[in-house]
């Protein structure tokens, strides 16, 4: 049962690392509560996306935004100055 319980312990560390979790997962409640959020904020970023597209299929709409833009500069420190 003390295998089980290590064994367990040592996937739901790996999976909170993987899902960007500072703490890990404590549970299995926990993790599913992250998945379902982490796929909501996904759908909506795509949704948001495809609005975007849709909108610069007009090219003046595009020419607009180009000309507006510009390119964001970095943050003082990324997450791969951390590894």
């Not at 064994?7 to 500072?22: D, H, N, R, T």
């Not at 993790?31 to 759908?43: A, P, V």
């Not at 007009?58 to 390119?71: A, F, G, H």
């Amino acid at each position: 049962a003390q295998d089980l319980d290590g064994e367990l312990y040592a996937i739901q560390s790996q999976l909170g690392q993987v899902s960007g979790s500072m703490f890990g997962i404590q549970s299995t409640m926990q993790l599913e509560y992250k998945f379902n959020n982490d796929i909501r904020q996904l759908k909506k970023s795509i949704k948001a996306m495809k609005s975007e597209v849709a909108l610069f299929t007009d090219l003046s709409v595009l020419k607009t935004w180009l000309k507006e833009y510009r390119i964001p500069k970095p943050d003082q420190f990324t997450y791969f100055d951390f590894m």
